[in-house]
């Protein structure tokens, strides 16, 4: 069975951090390229960070400089480190695994960051 367990968001000031933190089990970690998806109220998902099994990464524009994606394959976890969070920060989080051999895609269950202004 295949679980992404996402933990480590919350409420937090405008300006301030965050690290998020995606357990895997159940896939052959390494060979999954993992990323963040958020979504917030009214808005469809859309992509924060992605990490290749190489560790090459891609961001969207919007938290470039802000955020980093790493991942541990020892450990089958991925982590989102959010700095310099703003308001539209605010959104569910999701963690994300795509294989690099198969189509199979899998999602975790979402962990909220609320951002105040």
């Known amino acids: 069975q295949v679980q992404l367990v996402e933990s480590g968001g919350g409420l937090v000031q405008a300006g301030g951090s965050l690290r998020l933190s995606c357990a895997a089990s159940g896939i052959i970690f390494r060979f999954n390229t993992m990323g963040w998806y958020r979504q917030a109220p009214g808005q469809q998902r859309e992509l924060v960070a992605t990490?290749?099994?190489?560790?090459?990464?891609n961001y969207v524009d919007s938290v470039k400089g802000r955020f980093t994606i790493s991942r541990d394959n020892a450990k089958s976890t991925v982590y989102l480190q959010m700095n310099s969070l703003k308001s539209e920060d605010t959104a569910v989080y999701y963690c994300n695994a795509q294989s690099v051999t198969s189509r199979s895609n899998y999602w975790g269950q979402g962990t909220q960051v609320t951002v105040s202004s």
């Open positions: 990490i290749t099994s190489g560790g090459i990464t």
